[in-house]
């Protein structure tokens, strides 16, 4: 299964642990060179998508300096998912960077 | 007041668009919007409130959805099938009665008037394939002027009901006689027959309203005459009284309306407090309303002094979108009341 670009961001970056749903967008952010910006209505949109099928479950619930916070932890599926879109990626960019020619002609007019 | 008392205040409005069953969630999406205008500056306000109404809208579409795929379907459309066939048979009865004097009755009355009485007595009996019968039986025969069939036959033969002005009965009654089909087919496949009595009962009952009918409308009054210009070159025009103009259309009964809108009316109001007792019940009413909100709104229309752009153009559309959600929150109710 492709995943869509936000959510490959977002569960990787779930990888180092579990976080909440504001330090994910910072994060997915950060991690896409700020490509993939979330905002809450959206984050929360993909999150519940994803722990419908499976790739993140609910940690816990806090609240902080008066604020509730969620927060998210990966599954096993997610891990799975991730590293296999991360496979499909790394293999698709290689089908380019074989051609060092091309992507320097690229690079040249770009 | 603060920019951040403001900031809070819009993005606790735009998490109000949260459902009630999900407001838990809704707080969670409001304070994450909140971090995140804390951390960029309320610029970010702009693109956070949309997409929290939208997260909020999304949510409610989700709830909804999901009662609505609770609901109990296939109960409520057994329910509808004896009331919906006499509600059919008396609406026929109401376009037949003001010309029970045109003899023969022609194909298409035979088809209307039988297709609904042998639905009404298998919806009794809770014969399944023969209410379907019935009730397709009937549907054809209603759809089909509007298909441009029958309109060369002889002229009493034609069920075309279109009046001319007012509330088409005949396509009114085309979505109800389609919801009676799928009714029909939804009674199970080896119903318990009624005992005799219950039977008898059912019986009596579906044909009481049209039966009530016939009496109330026969005799029926005379016929107008057809009044027509004579013109001859020299002479000035006569009028001449012709036959009663034979036309079998369907006039748009006020009283077959009103007791039609009455009967609604208090199902809806009835289904709708029983509903945690008899979830199907408020189902079968929504169901019906869906089925009748457009004619519902000409109604409306017809007899409310309203302004005239109403009656034009798009608006009645428009407007039917008012009995739509009544019936979708009756339908949702009956969800919500079927799993506790």
């Not at chain 1, 749903?21 to 949109?45: P, Q």
């Not at chain 2, 016939?214 to 013109?231: I, K, N, S």
């Not at chain 2, 008899?278 to 457009?294: D, E, F, Q, R, T």
Request: proline content about 7%; glycine content about 10%; charged content about 15%.
């Amino acid at each position: 299964m492709e995943l869509r670009p936000a959510s490959y961001f977002v569960l990787a970056s779930l990888l180092d642990g579990p976080l909440h749903g504001y330090a994910i967008a910072a994060r997915a952010g950060e991690l896409s060179d700020g490509s993939v910006r979330l905002t809450a209505g959206t984050l929360y949109g993909a999150l519940d998508r994803m722990v419908g099928s499976g790739l993140l479950e609910v940690d816990r619930e806090e609240t902080v300096a008066g604020r509730l916070r969620r927060y998210y932890r990966i599954t096993g599926e997610g891990r799975d998912a991730v590293v296999r879109e991360a496979e499909r990626l790394a293999t698709a960019a290689r089908v380019v960077q074989r051609r060092p020619a091309s992507v320097k002609a690229a690079r040249g007019t770009a | 007041m603060s920019r951040r008392r403001v900031t809070d205040a819009l993005t606790a409005l735009a998490a109000r668009s949260f459902p009630r069953s999900r407001r838990a969630d809704g707080r969670v999406v409001r304070d994450c919007a909140r971090e995140a205008i804390d951390a960029s500056g309320p610029r970010v306000l702009a693109r956070e409130g949309p997409a929290l109404v939208g997260a909020g809208l999304r949510a409610r579409a989700g709830v909804a959805a999901t009662e609505l795929s609770q609901a109990p379907w296939r109960d409520a459309l057994a329910a509808l099938t004896l009331p919906l066939a006499a509600a059919m048979l008396t609406l026929w009865t109401f376009g037949f009665v003001p010309r029970y004097d045109h003899w023969p009755l022609g194909v298409g009355w035979v088809l209307l008037l039988g297709g609904s009485l042998v639905a009404v007595i298998a919806a009794a009996l809770r014969w399944r394939w023969l209410t379907a019968i019935g009730a397709a039986v009937t549907f054809v025969t209603a759809a089909s002027p509007y298909a441009g069939l029958g309109g060369g036959v002889v002229r009493a033969d034609t069920p075309s009901f279109f009046y001319g002005y007012g509330v088409d009965l005949g396509a009114a009654s085309l979505l109800p006689t389609l919801l009676l089909v799928a009714a029909a087919l939804s009674l199970p496949r080896s119903a318990a027959r009624p005992i005799r009595l219950v039977a008898g009962a059912r019986l009596a009952l579906g044909l009481l309203p049209a039966t009530v009918a016939v009496l109330g409308l026969l005799p029926a009054p005379e016929r107008e005459p057809t009044y027509m210009h004579l013109y001859r070159p020299g002479h000035e025009p006569t009028v001449i009284a012709g036959s009663a103009d034979p036309w079998p259309w369907i006039a748009p009964s006020r009283t077959f309306l009103v007791i039609f809108g009455i009967a609604l009316a208090a199902a809806m109001i009835v289904t709708w407090t029983r509903a945690r007792i008899h979830p199907a019940a408020a189902l079968a009413s929504g169901l019906v309303l869906v089925s009748v909100a457009y004619p519902l709104v000409w109604v409306s229309i017809q007899y409310v002094p309203v302004p005239y752009w109403v009656y034009n153009g798009p608006h009645p559309w428009l407007l039917a979108i008012l009995p739509l959600l009544l019936a979708v929150t009756l339908m949702r109710r009956a969800g919500r009341m079927q799993h506790g």
